[in-house]
């Protein structure tokens, strides 16, 4: 079957397909004469087990694990069963609170935010946790992006200048110095270009997409 066929079986896109290839929770085979993916009804139902447990919010690494026998099953789902009553009760408490200061407050100007926050630095005390982890994960994304971004660029600036210095020096065709800077030049560019679309698909969450169903 070709991705969009097993797309439409295990009810996911093309796109979620590619993730979850990329995070190794599913090799299908390649036709040994073109090289395309060939997937079988077993790649199918493999993806339907990795959608189940995506939805329930199991990780990709705690499904790869259980495809290697390297967790036992009924060991993550308890352990996962733990992480979701911790998530449950934090979420109790942030309930709680929204609720007091929708008692209390009519307007936004009129909050006593120390008197929350200490409240919440109380509660976190006890493990209660506030913080967006999603919104930890988005800015670390952007940051890493971007520091890549910048490492390259400067080791491509770098070999522009030192190419321009060298022939200073000892002077070279104009030809051939002009194809270094177009190549040093592309690929300062084509950073700056991967870097914008990479900023954006995180903006948009289109990468937290490809791993929902």
Not at 48 to 74: A, T
Not at 144 to 165: C, Y
Request: hydrophobic share 45%; proline share 2%.
């Amino acid at each position: 079957m070709k991705i969009n066929q097993v797309a439409e079986l295990a009810g996911m896109t093309s796109k979620n397909i590619r993730f979850y290839e990329d995070q190794g929770l599913i090799k299908p085979r390649r036709d040994p004469q073109n090289g395309y993916r060939e997937y079988t009804l077993e790649d199918a139902k493999q993806l339907e087990r990795i959608k189940l447990l995506r939805q329930l919010g199991i990780s990709c690494e705690n499904i790869r694990m259980l495809q290697n026998g390297e967790l036992d099953f009924d060991t993550c789902m308890s352990d996962h069963m733990k992480k979701l009553d911790r998530e449950k009760e934090n979420l109790d408490h942030m309930a709680t609170l929204c609720r007091m200061l929708s008692d209390e407050v009519d307007d936004v100007s009129d909050i006593d935010a120390s008197a929350y926050l200490d409240r919440m630095k109380e509660l976190e005390k006890g493990g209660v946790r506030f913080v967006n982890v999603k919104m930890s994960d988005v800015k670390k994304r952007r940051t890493g992006a971007i520091l890549s971004a910048i490492a390259v660029i400067m080791i491509a600036a770098l070999m522009l200048v030192a190419v321009l210095l060298a022939n200073s020096e000892d002077p070279a065709p104009w030809g051939m110095i002009a194809v270094f800077v177009i190549i040093f030049g592309g690929i300062i560019v084509g950073v700056v270009v991967a870097l914008v679309q990479r900023l954006g698909e995180v903006k948009r969450g289109e990468i937290d997409e490809a791993s929902k169903y």
